[in-house]
């Protein structure tokens, strides 16, 4: 399949300018004849309904949440990127764009990695018109301050409170134009299938959370703003609730799947605390603005952290990168982590962390402006681990995050299905093989807000999709194999849980396509995976029925396409011979130890076809060029 990026020519600078110029433009009084579903109401989905319907779209917008409020974008905590250069401590659009391939490891598409810099100055404005309660400075002004990967302060923030005050903002005008009739909203909806006619997205089938009723709903384009699928590792950060399964069925019906082996790990999560724990808590990578991590220089050292002196503590990062220090990217910093408890200095019950202290910025700054700047994170991480951080140094450990693959789409954002789009981290995204921290609130608000209604008015302007019916045959099939599906989970009535397969999955693929892999342990994750999915659908044990609220039969479709893509994902890390970013082969390391690309094999986008049930997937390749940010070897030191 030949993969068209749609990048537009000319300057990089000029390239949106120039490319919302020569898009097709619709009447505003022939707008409200075209139907758009919007699946996803976080800040990319929830952005994108509010414009478009804002524009005079009807729009169908769906969530599984029971209000768009809850989207995960919420958790999100500390700030969003923009290049504002508010500080006058040289930044600009350029160094934004320049930082962000860079964190990327040359892995992502230059000319959106700009645009998504330009635009970043646009979403500030709107969201401080929207009301949210950015922090201020003394004299009015915006306040900001660091995250890892930069050198310069252009994160703004809401206290550690910045994802949900964003989507506050994106709901309440989500909520202004259901009040005015432009958006429709569906809650308490799953989508388990594309609708797909004449290779054209049109529609989406849906299973009421509530009832169990399948149903079927048609437009003129389709918008999935579904999020990551880092729940395939079990633990992770992600709400319970996140799952891949609409992109996947998506995948599916024809939509290309871009490195799904490129996923963040987040190095600031609290560590595991037990066998039978369910989701992990991320502490903000904004406390590394003000918090210095360190491990006992000599292993297996189980002092309490107050009673090691100084001179006997490695501050490794600042040692290590004494340019960055603390602020280093997140793939680096996690992987310094993991190595110092592989070499026996972590620290906690399980060995399995490493300290994060604000004794020094608590000395230095006051307790009570180290509680202003963070204050709601600290009780936070109190309550979970009965620890004051104020008093002792807090323990964190790197987990699964964010994932940087996702559904191929060009410079507008569309899918190899005509007609779909793909926004926020559901797509294979801006980042590479690396996000910056505060970049995904960027992204995500990005596609909502400021390029996903410009590109899809010109897809409806030029395809000009014409009426479908209910009773097309590609509707009947699709109800027919979302019915199948379900019909044969609940079907199976084995003994095991679907938490059991769940957990026993999230291991394989934590140890095997972690943060470190290799080609034994991936060959070998290949093996057991198929094997464990073999059994799934013999002994799975799913409880209820269809026609009731049954999280039980949600989680088993959610787990049963995890499966899939876990293989998937194994299967992309095992072709990529190289280390970037979030994926790091240990094969491919530099003497020090850090990530070793192969810039002359591996400078493509690689992009998974799905060829049939039982079928190997077909690997294609978007080549990347990079004019503007030459590949070189990534530094922090």
Not at 249 to 265: D, E, M, S, V
Not at 341 to 367: E, M, N, T
Request: glycine share 10%; net charge neutral; aromatic share 10%.
């Amino acid at each position: 399949m030949e993969l068209k990026s749609n990048v537009p020519t000319g300057p990089i600078e000029q390239a949106w300018d120039k490319h919302r110029f020569d898009l097709k433009l619709i009447n505003p009084a022939n707008k409200r004849k075209y139907n758009i579903i919007v699946v996803g109401s976080g800040l990319a989905g929830g952005a994108a309904a509010a414009s478009l319907g804002e524009l005079g779209y009807n729009v169908q917008c769906f969530c599984y949440q029971d209000s768009p409020r809850r989207a995960h974008s919420i958790a999100a905590q500390g700030g969003i990127n923009a290049a504002k250069n508010y500080h006058n401590d040289g930044d600009s659009i350029y160094r934004l764009f320049y930082d962000t391939v860079k964190g990327g490891d040359f892995r992502a598409r230059e000319y959106n990695v700009y645009r998504l810099a330009q635009v970043s100055v646009n979403i500030i404005d709107q969201c401080v018109a929207q009301g949210v309660p950015f922090a201020r400075e003394y004299g009015g002004n915006l306040d900001n301050r660091s995250f890892g990967g930069a050198q310069v302060s252009r994160t703004f923030y809401a206290r550690g409170q910045t994802g949900q005050q964003l989507l506050l903002g994106a709901y309440q005008a989500l909520e202004r134009q259901v009040g005015l009739g432009t958006v429709k909203m569906y809650s308490r909806r799953d989508m388990l299938d594309l609708i797909v006619i004449n290779g054209q997205a049109r529609g989406i089938v849906t299973r009421n959370l509530l009832d169990g009723k399948i149903e079927v709903h048609l437009a003129d384009a389709v918008i999935l703003a579904t999020g990551g699928y880092g729940n395939v590792f079990y633990l992770s950060t992600n709400a319970k609730g996140c799952n891949a399964t609409a992109i996947w069925r998506a995948y599916k019906r024809g939509a290309l799947f871009a490195n799904p082996c490129f996923t963040q790990i987040h190095p600031t999560c609290i560590p595991v605390a037990g066998e039978y724990q369910s989701k992990l808590t991320l502490m903000s990578e904004s406390l590394r603005n003000d918090g210095r991590i360190w491990v006992p220089k000599n292993a297996g050292d189980k002092r309490v952290p107050n009673s090691i002196p100084e001179n006997e503590r490695d501050y490794y990062l600042e040692r290590r990168y004494p340019s960055f220090g603390n602020l280093v990217p997140r793939d680096i910093a996690s992987r310094a982590a993991k190595a110092e408890c592989d070499a026996g200095r972590g620290v906690g019950p399980s060995g399995l962390g490493v300290y994060l202290d604000f004794a020094d910025a608590i000395k230095r700054l006051g307790k009570h402006k180290i509680e202003e700047r963070y204050g709601n994170l600290f009780e936070m991480y109190e309550r979970i681990t009965g620890e004051n951080p104020y008093e002792v140094p807090m323990r964190i450990y790197p987990a699964s995050h964010y994932t940087m693959g996702g559904l191929w789409v060009d410079y507008n954002l569309m899918s190899t299905i005509p007609g779909m789009f793909v926004g926020g981290e559901a797509n294979f995204s801006d980042h590479g093989a690396n996000r910056l921290g505060a970049s995904a609130l960027m992204q995500g608000l990005a596609d909502g807000y400021f390029i996903l209604p410009y590109t899809i008015g010109n897809y409806l302007a030029t395809a000009k999709p014409g009426p479908v019916s209910a009773d097309a045959p590609e509707v009947r099939e699709a109800l027919a194999n979302v019915t199948n599906i379900t019909n044969r989970l609940l079907g199976t009535k084995g003994t095991r849980s679907v938490d059991s397969f769940h957990r026993e999955l999230g291991k394989i693929v934590w140890e095997y396509c972690g943060m470190g892999r290799n080609a034994t342990g991936l060959q070998k994750a290949l093996g057991l995976i198929p094997a464990l999915r073999e059994e799934y659908w013999k002994n799975v044990r799913v409880l209820g029925s269809n026609e009731e609220f049954n999280q039980s039969l949600e989680k088993a479709g959610r787990v049963a396409d995890f499966f899939e893509l876990a293989e998937l994902m194994c299967l992309d890390a095992l072709n990529r011979n190289e280390s970037c970013g979030g994926h790091f082969r240990e094969e491919y390391q530099t003497p020090e130890g850090e990530a070793m690309r192969d810039d002359d094999k591996y400078t493509y986008v690689a992009a998974w076809e799905y060829k049939g049930p039982g079928q190997s997937p077909a690997l294609n390749k978007e080549p990347l060029e990079f004019k503007y940010v030459h590949p070189s070897q990534r530094s922090y030191k």
